[in-house]
């Protein structure tokens, strides 16, 4: 079995002045809504396991602005199966019915994403 794991780190609304030097809040993917400006995201995994690989498995996790500013997260670490079955899709919107910035899929180096309004949403 592949172990497979996805760190996000959500480092700050887009325009926040003050930056906590370090991240005290973490979040899992999973179903629960969340309203900030920092923090550390993981799979559902958490900090020292993978994604379990569930076939059909389907979680939309939405972050809102705290502060009503946009959100950036840069991705620290990324791999899924490589297969097409595993894929995160992240939407600029506070829910999947709003456009995609993308699909993320397989073995990538860090990068970010950042979003035109308040929401983001990973499923």
Do not use: W
């Amino acid at each position: 079995m592949m172990k497979n794991s996805i760190l996000f780190v959500l480092t700050s609304c887009i325009f926040l002045f003050v930056i906590e030097s370090g991240f005290s809040q973490t979040y899992l993917h999973d179903n629960t809504a969340v309203s900030t400006c920092a923090g550390t995201y993981y799979d559902a995994g958490g900090i020292n396991g993978y994604y379990s690989n569930q076939n059909g498995q389907t979680v939309f996790k939405t972050f809102t602005s705290s502060n009503g500013n946009r959100l950036k997260f840069n991705f620290v670490q990324f791999v899924t199966e490589g297969n097409g079955l595993d894929f995160l899709t992240i939407y600029d919107g506070p829910d999947n019915t709003y456009p995609p910035i993308g699909v993320y899929q397989g073995s990538l180096s860090p990068f970010a994403v950042e979003g035109s309004g308040t929401s983001l949403t990973f499923g």
